[in-house]
């Protein structure tokens, strides 16, 4: 499903006249004038939102002799109402993810900080070192330069090992380092946690 075609299909339908032409099809193929009456509305208004609804394959058309009937295309609305849902469905899913790594990596820094904030020991397993990593990686402002002693300063408030813990920044790009000068990258750079 294409966002563009839902989106045009979404915009065209938002009209209350477009959605009661639907309605009406929905019982049966009518001739634009029995839709006209059945509205009250000019037949050119008619004309104009069947125009429309004809442009995203809604309604189509077949001419008995001299009279011409619209048809609601059911299935072009039941695929864009499947489109609406798995886009919703996908957000959905998304949520669920985000809220269960969320609940994971609450865990991990629970085990592995104290309640000071200190890390106790720095994890073996990668998808929780880079948990602990961002978390303390976070605390570091972004454009700003800091010098080696100013980093190791700031890493010694959670670890005695300074100098690892600085070496894992650079490794999983999480910092930038030239001339002893180190710089946040932006996160999109970081290491992905699995």
Partial sequence: ??????????????????????????NGPLHGQAIAG????????????????????????????????????????????????QLFEKKEEKVDEVTEMNQERQKVLKNFFSNDGRLKSIPAQRKKKLMVFEHIVCGLKIGKKYEEKELNDYIKQFHEDYATIRREFIINQYMYRENSIYELNPQEMWAKID
């Fill in 1 to 26: 499903m294409q966002l563009n075609r839902l989106v045009t299909f979404l915009k065209t339908m938002g009209d209350p006249t477009r959605v009661r032409v639907v309605a009406l099809l929905a």
């Fill in 38 to 85: 059945k509205l009250g509305l000019t037949p050119s208004t008619i004309t104009h939102h069947l125009k429309k609804l004809r442009e995203i394959n809604v309604v189509y058309e077949r001419r008995d002799k001299n009279t011409i009937y619209f048809y609601l295309n059911e299935s072009v609305i039941r695929q864009q109402a499947k489109g609406l849902t």
